[in-house]
C-alpha cells in the first residue's frame, strides 16, 4: 500500500494546463523530492495533493483511501501534513504556545475553546517531548518573533508532525535559510526518513538530492524524468531543462 499515490492528476486553468497527467507514488516512510525549474508546476501540484486546489482530472490516494474529493482538513484527519512557502506561526505567542495549540486538536478536546491548552496533561506532555526533539525545549518562552527565519522554520515542521500524519507535504522547507541552517534542517529530514513519508518540493537541489530516496522533476506541468537521485542527476534531459537553468542563472 502506498502512503500518496497521484494518478494521471491534471489541473488546467483556463486554457493553462499547470499540471498534465502527472503520476507519482510515495512509499511509506520514504522520502520523495519533486524538484524542476520556475513554471513547472511544482507548487500547484502539492496544493492538489493537499486539497487546496481541486483536480481537473485523475485521483489521489492517502495510505490506500481515495481522498481526491476531500477538502484539506478531511485529509489532515486521514493523516497529511503540510508545511508552506511562507510560515504560518503565530509571531506574539512563545513557542511553546504555538506547539501546544497545533497538539489540542489532536492530544485535547476538540472543542473546548474556554479551557486553557495548559489543563491538557497530554498536550502538555507531548509538547515538552517534541520541543526536546526538535531541540526547542530550552527557548521554549521566548516569542517566535524573536527567532530566526530558520528557527521558524523548523518550528513549523514540528508543528506540522502535531498530528502524527502519515505522509507530510513539505513546501521549500529551506528556503531562505543560511548555510548552517540548511544543514540543521536536512538532519531533521534524515532523522524523520523511515518515520513519515515526505514529499519535498524544493528548489535547492543539493537538499533534495542529499535527502531523497527517489527525485521527480516536472516540466511545464510534466513528469519528465523520475528515479533514484544519482540516475536523475544523469539524465541528458534533466541536465538540459533543470541543471542547464540553474547554471545559467548562476
Not at 52 to 81: C, E, Y
Not at 124 to 153: D, T
Not at 169 to 175: G, N
Request: contains cysteine; hydrophobic residues 40%; aromatic residues 6%.
Amino acid at each position: 500500500m502506498k502512503a500518496l499515490s497521484a494518478q494521471s492528476v491534471s489541473k488546467v486553468f483556463g486554457g493553462l494546463h499547470a499540471v498534465s497527467g502527472v503520476t507519482i507514488e510515495v512509499e511509506p516512510g520514504e522520502c520523495r523530492a519533486i524538484i524542476g525549474p520556475n513554471g513547472a508546476g511544482k507548487t500547484t501540484l502539492l496544493h492538489l495533493l493537499s486539497g487546496t486546489l481541486p483536480v481537473t482530472s485523475g485521483a489521489i490516494s492517502l495510505m490506500g483511501q481515495d481522498v481526491t474529493k476531500m477538502r484539506p482538513f478531511s485529509r489532515t484527519l486521514k493523516g497529511l501534513g503540510r508545511t508552506f512557502q511562507i510560515t504560518s506561526l503565530f509571531p506574539s505567542l512563545t513557542i511553546e504556545q504555538n506547539v501546544m495549540l497545533a497538539l489540542q486538536p489532536w492530544e485535547g478536546r476538540r472543542y473546548a475553546i474556554y479551557r486553557p491548552a495548559t489543563s491538557f496533561t497530554s498536550v502538555m506532555n507531548r509538547a515538552q517531548e517534541m520541543l526536546e526533539e526538535g531541540g526547542f525545549w530550552e527557548k521554549r518562552s521566548v516569542p517566535v518573533r524573536q527567532l530566526s527565519h530558520g528557527e521558524q522554520r523548523q518550528l513549523e515542521l514540528i508543528l506540522a508532525l502535531a498530528g502524527r500524519p502519515s505522509v507530510l507535504l513539505l513546501d521549500e522547507p529551506t528556503a531562505g535559510l543560511s548555510e548552517a541552517e540548511r544543514t540543521t534542517m536536512t538532519e531533521v529530514f534524515y532523522r524523520l526518513k523511515g518515520e513519515v513519508a515526505m514529499l519535498l518540493v524544493s528548489h535547492d537541489i543539493d537538499v533534495a538530492f542529499a535527502v531523497a530516496d527517489s527525485i521527480s522533476v516536472l516540466h511545464l506541468g510534466e513528469l519528465l524524468v523520475e528515479g533514484p537521485p544519482l540516475e536523475v542527476r544523469a539524465d541528458p534531459r534533466v541536465m538540459r531543462v533543470y541543471l542547464g537553468d540553474e547554471v545559467e542563472d548562476a
